[in-house]
């Protein structure tokens, strides 16, 4: 190897500055390795949007001691699933369990992925910020470095968690193209409003916090649904549609952002907010079936760069921290043996087999064909009737019930017939249960 070669060596590269990449770098740190993660952002997290929710339990993993310092928003103390209709009607159900509290917690990216860069770099890791990698060095069939606009950079391996996109991924064939139905394309808006105000809307203590799904209303029909976090001082409001609906129904993601922000319910809440910050990101979807080539000799890749997401559950971020870890388990074991070839890196997606992720995949791996063939029932008509039928059974007029309930059945049979409704049936038990064999 040349001087320059061995000069700008180190034992692991890893790209990409997201949950993903601080995982698996930070985790090469802890094994004593030489790890250089590259970010393009001016610092992580800068490029980065999400929704909110972050199940703790993987970052606990990777950073046990992380309620102490952590920027956390608010722990989540309610879950709710809202059912929208067109006509502005709301059901609301709600899962509230004290035992819960610290299941998951919402936090706002740009602060949470530069908390854990902090960390990585308190532990070892050299972060090489506004360093963007153009592409991989491959050499006699293995990847053996990176390189950027400065200059070229060599390791034994490199971890790839450069995103949704993946650009280096695509370079070494890995992954191909993403179809419009296997990706979302979320927007978001963080709207500000007092922590007083928040608590005495949505009915919180100080100390507590909601992740609700809007399903219908603004959604119906279409592979996609809307969502709102609660920060300390204000709301992630947004949604994510499947770029196949967005192109097919011709309408723009802000158009349905602000239909959504319309709904009696949704502007209750919102009134008198001050928009602080618009983001948009893709998040991809198609799941177990649409899963790269995870590994090649001198490399693997991790997070939503291997499209790691499971939509059912809100399932990303977690998902990309602990692959990331994976992966960084499997290069300092690559190593220790001082074999880099993707016959020892198949560990990688053994670990990741044993793991609930790609169990779960698998157990989703239907979801996205169901949710595109069935989306007018379950984003449509039956958020549609579940509001009428709670219109009726709530509302007191003078009216005699019986025909009110007899309109209302009448209707619903005239617009789905038996088998269509057994039909669906099915497919919703494997919508939520996944497929369970
Ligand atoms: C609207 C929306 C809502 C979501 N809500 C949730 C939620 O509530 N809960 C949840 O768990 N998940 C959620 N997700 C999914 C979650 O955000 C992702 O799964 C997660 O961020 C994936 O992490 P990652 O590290 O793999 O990729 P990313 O977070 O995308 O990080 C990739 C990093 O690589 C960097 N990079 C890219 N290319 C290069 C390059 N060539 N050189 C150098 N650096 C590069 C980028 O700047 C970025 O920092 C949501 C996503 C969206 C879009």
Redesign the pocket.
């Given at each position: 190897m040349s001087n320059e070669k061995e000069n700008n060596k180190v034992d692991v590269i890893v790209?990409?500055?997201?949950?993903?990449?601080?995982?698996a770098a930070v985790t090469v740190a802890r094994g004593g390795k030489k790890v250089v993660l590259?970010?393009?952002?001016s610092f992580?997290?800068?490029?980065?949007?999400?929704?909110?929710?972050?199940?703790s339990h993987a970052a606990k993993e990777l950073f046990p001691d992380f309620e102490n310092s952590a920027p956390i928003e608010r722990f989540v103390t309610k879950h709710s699933y809202v059912l929208l209709s067109d006509g502005g009607s709301t059901t609301e159900i709600s899962y509230k369990n004290p035992e819960h509290n610290k299941n998951a917690f919402?936090s706002i990216?740009a602060k949470w992925?530069r908390w854990c860069v902090e960390q990585a770099i308190k532990e070892g890791v050299y972060f090489a910020p506004d360093?963007?990698?153009?592409e991989l060095i491959v050499e006699d069939g293995k990847v053996v470095g990176?390189k950027?606009e400065f200059e070229d950079y060599y390791a034994d391996i490199v971890i790839i968690?450069?995103?949704?996109?993946?650009?280096?991924a695509k370079q070494l064939g890995l992954r191909k193209e993403i179809k419009p139905k296997n990706v979302?394309?979320?927007?978001?808006e963080v709207i500000k409003l007092s922590a007083e105000v928040i608590e005495q809307r949505l009915a919180l203590k100080p100390d507590e916090g909601i992740?609700a799904e809007f399903i219908g209303g603004p959604f119906s029909g279409m592979f996609g649904l809307g969502?709102l976090?609660t920060n300390k001082d204000s709301l992630s409001l947004?949604?994510?549609v499947s770029l196949e609906d967005l192109k097919t129904k011709k309408i723009k993601p802000y158009e349905l952002l602000e239909q959504l922000k319309s709904h009696p319910f949704v502007k209750e809440l919102i009134k008198g907010g001050e928009l602080i910050e618009y983001?948009?990101?893709?998040?991809?979807e198609g799941g177990y079936k649409c899963l790269p080539v995870l590994y090649t000799n001198g490399a693997m890749v991790?997070?939503?760069?291997?499209m790691?997401?499971n939509n059912v559950h809100?399932?990303?971020?977690?998902?990309?921290?602990l692959?990331?870890k994976y992966a960084g388990e499997t290069a300092l074991d690559a190593i220790e043996k001082n074999d880099f070839s993707s016959n020892q890196l198949c560990l990688y997606k053994k670990k990741l087999l044993n793991s609930f992720i790609l169990k779960d995949l698998k157990t989703y791996k239907d979801v996205v064909k169901i949710l595109t063939a069935r989306s007018s029932s379950f984003m449509g008509y039956y958020p549609d009737r579940i509001n009428e039928f709670f219109n009726i059974f709530t509302t007191a007029d003078g009216c005699p019930k019986k025909s009110k309930f007899r309109k209302f059945v009448a209707n619903f049979f005239k617009k789905r017939s038996l088998s269509e409704l057994f039909y669906d049936a099915i497919e919703g038990i494997k919508l939520v249960f996944g497929i369970l064999k």
């Open positions: 790209v990409g500055g997201g949950p993903a990449g601080v995982s590259v970010e393009r952002g992580a997290g800068s490029k980065n949007m999400y929704g909110g929710v972050i199940y919402v990216r992925d360093t963007l990698v153009r990176i950027t968690a450069d995103g949704v996109n993946s650009l280096l979302v394309l979320g927007v978001k992740s969502f976090y947004g949604l994510g983001s948009a990101h893709l998040i991809p991790a997070g939503d760069a291997a790691l997401v809100f399932e990303g971020t977690n998902f990309a921290m692959s990331g």
